[in-house]
């Protein structure tokens, strides 16, 4: 069974910086792309970054690029988010996402956690 | 930057055709992913590469993706199934998620 845990959420303050990781069980992890995905309260998904397999590709979305770094130890098979610079738009819940290329499908979700960027 | 357009809301009454669009520039050229995300839950994907239903999706949940349009339809809908809909495709080296479309099942 395919497990998905996020921890390192909590409150930072604005500028800040705090890294998330992503336990993965239940799939050989370096056969597959991982991704995070946030949603701010009561707002839709939008995509953070993703990550190749072997960790050699990056991918950001255009809000988070120079301010968050996305990698993966395969040995650990965890995911990891490190973000800098955090502002108060970066509230959300982020969920790590078991993703399936080539078509950047996520076929498999994290429980999600919170982020509050507030002073 | 690619944009996906959802509308926000679609409402039907159980038993009836529940229908998403997913508008975006030539979208039928892509692959498109849809997920259903009930509240206070985490998304599941529902249809992927435009019309296939992972194991464990009921058979009434269908896709198509041609022109700009793709369209997630649900066949007799049922009360379970309100939730919040999304699309998703893969653009230029990003992930685009639509804004979303809220069921309900009056």
């Known amino acids: 069974e395919v497990e998905l845990l996020e921890s390192g959420g909590g409150l930072v303050q604005p500028g800040g910086s705090l890294r998330l990781s992503c336990a993965a069980s239940?799939?050989?992890?370096?056969?597959?792309?991982m991704s995070w995905v946030r949603q701010a309260p009561g707002k839709g998904l939008e995509w953070v970054s993703g990550v190749s397999g072997s960790g050699g590709n990056t991918y950001y979305a255009g809000s988070v690029k120079g301010r968050f770094t996305i990698s993966r130890d395969n040995a650990k098979k965890t995911l990891h988010l490190q973000m800098n610079s955090l502002r108060a738009e970066d509230t959300a819940v982020y969920y790590c996402a078991k993703s399936v290329t080539p078509d950047w499908r996520h076929d498999y979700w994290g429980q999600g956690t919170l982020i509050t960027v507030s002073a | 930057s690619y944009e996906l357009t959802q509308p926000p809301s679609v409402s039907v009454s159980p038993g009836q055709t529940a229908s998403f669009t997913c508008s975006g520039d030539k979208l039928g050229d892509k692959y498109v992913s849809w997920y259903q995300q009930k509240p206070g839950q985490s998304p599941v994907l529902a249809i992927y590469?435009?019309?296939k239903r992972p194991s464990g999706i009921p058979e009434r949940f269908s896709g198509s993706n041609s022109g700009n349009t793709a369209t997630l339809t649900i066949s007799g809908t049922q009360a379970m199934d309100e939730a919040d809909y999304y699309c998703?495709?893969?653009?230029?080296?990003?992930?685009?998620f639509g804004g979303g479309t809220k069921l309900t099942v009056l």
């Open positions: 998703q495709a893969w653009d230029s080296s990003t992930v685009v």
């Open positions: 590469q435009d019309t």
């Open positions: 239940g799939f050989i992890f370096t056969n597959y792309a």
